[in-house]
């Protein structure tokens, strides 16, 4: 029978302690591996955003220059109810199981760690929804010129949707049916993102410098990534309470 | 002898009784000063050389919008404070808070569609201080849902604590972005709620007006706090005893 | 350093109206077990939380080495580890893996000993099979695996023995001795006796 090391002896070959840093980048790799055994859940929110994105020339006109019009409006609309749609998975399943808690519980920053959640959260919906943006805003008519601008400025706004929705996501963990209140605190916060990217697009569409809108989209995501995740924390140890 | 007075008010006993004491040194004032204002805003100031009568709607209008924001800002820093400091009682402050503050977002919104109506021809316009009252009225009410939607009153005031501060940090940059997208779609100025040049005759009773709103808040604040404490503090002995004097 | 004790001060909690616990005080010193009892709803999950920090009491004090745990509260959890009612496993992840990511953000363990671990409760055969298709006996079994690997001074267990049958029952009177025999100190919330675990205090909670 194997002996386990003491409480207070040293033996640092086997056991050595973790910087916030490395647990934050532990946590990082976990959830993208928990990801990518479970695949089908990541398409989710990419057909939903498809999906409403053909409402609108359904909705209002199949020709092109009309969509063209609306093409700004209507990609963030959709994209900012597909990221609400992805929400509801960041804390729930680490709630529900208690690993939260032993975050909370395991010595390190616990905003560190939400970061690296909503981090992951953003490399597995934020992401691919703004690489899937370019198709959507060719559906919608936009010149195959203002694509690269509008993958630019998808990538900034969801990198800030995805933070303010961990707020609204760990203010409603374990709230029976949250959905619909989560989108109602996460949308008010989130329409400055959605102004200033839906801009950032008509500028693209139009051809003009994107400099300007793409900075305010950046400064939002700068305040984002420095107060959501401890706004995010508390309310995570609240709900632990 | 300063931390004594903090330290008293927090304890719901104190503030309930204190809350009863002071409601009619507000509740007077307020009704004396919004009939004033009233007097002098719908009677006695002259009507404006640009929008005729229709301006008077504003001693209800931008009062309501104010109060709206200000009750925002009290709800928030009191949510703040029991938060911080785990003071029950603010809680309750910021918990009473939330509606009036709604109510007066109500307000604001009705009356401004009211005052746009015989300037626009319709009853709603994109301006930027209107959606910001809209944006403001949503805060308002997710606040109030999130309250409702957790059973346990320790975490529904926490978190809606985190919630308060969050909106309030995001309040101004909501207000900017909102301003710099009305100010993209230039729309000439008459779709504008403008507040027309004031003669001191005008600035008077709104003043009045403003003051008296904000008595009045202070005032019904009290009362809706005597009820919260009511409600929180039911299972506790000294309330059965306040309630016997 | 000073000596591992954990002490309750007056320990006073609500949940909403309910006055759960009462005034609650002990005094546990280093390589001693303290049992708490009591019938369901008396308090005992209250308590270990509030002893982990992640509950408020309205009143009242915990001390750990002395010092107030307020004080210094992130590092008063790094050096305690807290087993809940459910086993804190992702069910996608295999039983290594879940040690590894749990134990991981707190400590660097080796493979090596984290096959060890799990070897002491039993469970070396499951290491790479998925939580999702272990019994909740098994799974009991590695989070059994993960408290001991954290290699911390005070336990805290909520009904350690769910699930278990009667040989697991012993493991854990064995574990916990073995922490205590390091100079540790174990809290456990029991419902039945635990065969093999010597408990010096015990702590009888009335609803």
């Known amino acids: 029978m194997t002996t386990l090391p003491d409480a207070g002896a040293a033996h640092a070959a086997d056991v050595s302690p973790v910087t916030s840093f490395g647990a934050a980048s532990l946590a990082l790799r976990r959830d993208l591996t928990l990801a990518f055994r479970k695949p089908a859940q990541l398409i989710q929110p990419l057909a939903f955003f498809a999906l409403v994105t053909m409402l609108f020339p359904l909705a209002i006109s199949p020709e092109l220059s009309q969509l063209r019009q609306v093409a700004p409006g209507a990609l963030w609309a959709a994209a900012l109810l597909a990221s609400l749609l992805a929400l509801e998975f960041l804390f729930r399943d680490d709630s529900q199981d208690g690993t939260l808690e032993q975050y909370a519980l395991s010595g390190q920053s616990l905003t560190a760690l939400i970061f690296a959640k909503t981090l992951a959260h953003w490399l597995l919906t934020g992401l691919p929804l703004a690489l899937m943006a370019p198709l959507a805003a060719i559906a919608l008519g936009a010149p195959n010129s203002s694509l690269a601008g509008i993958i630019a400025a998808v990538v900034l706004g969801s990198v800030t949707l995805s933070l303010i929705g961990s707020i609204g996501a760990a203010l409603t963990l374990n709230i029976k049916r949250s959905s619909v209140l989560l989108s109602l605190l996460t949308l008010p916060l989130s329409l400055p993102v959605l102004i200033f990217g839906a801009r950032a697009t008509q500028v693209a569409i139009g051809g003009g410098s994107l400099v300007a809108p793409l900075e305010l989209l950046a400064a939002l995501a700068v305040l984002g990534v420095t107060l959501a995740p401890l706004a995010a924390g508390a309310a995570v140890r609240i709900s632990l309470e | 002898m300063n931390f004594v007075w903090f330290h008293r008010l927090g304890s719901p006993p104190y503030v309930y009784a204190l809350a009863q004491r002071l409601t009619p040194w507000l509740a007077w004032p307020a009704a004396l000063l919004i009939l004033a204002g009233l007097w002098g805003g719908l009677v006695l100031a002259p009507p404006d050389y640009q929008q005729g009568d229709g301006f008077r709607i504003i001693y209800v209008h931008a009062p309501s919008a104010w109060m709206s924001l200000m009750v925002y800002t009290s709800m928030a820093v009191s949510a703040a404070v029991g938060l911080i400091w785990r ?145 929180r503090e039911r299972a506790n002995p000294w309330l059965k005893e306040a309630l016997a004097r | 350093m000073s000596p591992n004790t ?61 010092a107030d745990v ?30 590894r990511y749990w134990i991981g953000t707190r400590r660097r363990v080796s493979d090596a000993l984290l096959g060890a671990s799990l070897a002491r409760v039993g469970a070396e055969d499951l290491s790479e099979r998925l939580v999702r298709t272990l019994s909740a006996g098994q799974r009991r079994r590695v989070a059994l695996a993960g408290l001991s690997l954290c290699a911390v001074p005070l336990w805290l267990l909520d009904e350690p023995a769910t699930n278990l049958d009667t040989e697991g029952q012993g493991l854990v009177g064995s574990l916990i001795a073995e922490q205590l025999a390091r100079g540790g100190l174990a809290v456990a919330a029991v419902h039945h006796e635990l065969p093999g675990l010597a408990a010096q205090h015990h702590l009888e909670l009335a609803a």
């Open chain 3, 6 to 66: 954990l002490e309750a001060e007056n320990l006073h909690l609500w949940r909403g109206e309910r006055h759960v616990l009462r005034g609650v005080g002990f005094c546990l010193p280093a390589g001693q077990c303290l049992k708490l009892t009591g019938a369901n709803g008396a308090g005992k999950t209250s308590l270990l939380r509030t002893l982990a920090g992640l509950m408020y009491p309205e009143e009242g004090r915990v001390r750990f080495r002395g």
């Open chain 2, 87 to 231: 003071i029950k009682v603010a809680h309750a402050v910021a918990a009473a808070c939330a509606p009036i503050g709604a109510s007066f977002t109500l307000a604001a919104l009705v009356t401004g569609s009211l005052w746009g109506q015989p300037m626009w021809g319709t009853y709603w316009q994109w301006d930027p201080r209107l959606t910001s009252e809209l944006v403001l009225l949503f805060l308002y009410l997710g606040y109030m849902g999130l309250r409702a939607g957790i059973e346990d009153t320790q975490r529904a005031d926490r978190a809606s604590a985190v919630l308060a501060v969050v909106g309030v940090v995001n309040v101004p940059v909501i207000h900017y972005s909102v301003t710099w997208w009305n100010s993209l779609h230039q729309a000439p100025s008459v779709m504008r709620l403008a507040k027309p040049s004031m003669a001191p005759a005008m600035l008077v009773p709104l003043l009045m007006m403003l003051a008296g709103f904000t008595l009045f808040f202070g005032a019904v604040l009290l009362v809706r706090l005597r009820a919260e404490i009511l409600a």
């Open chain 3, 70 to 99: 307020r004080e210094d509260l992130r590092g008063f959890q790094g050096s305690l580890a807290y087993l809940g009612h459910e086993p804190p496993l992702k069910a996608d992840l295999t039983a290594r893996e879940n040690l």
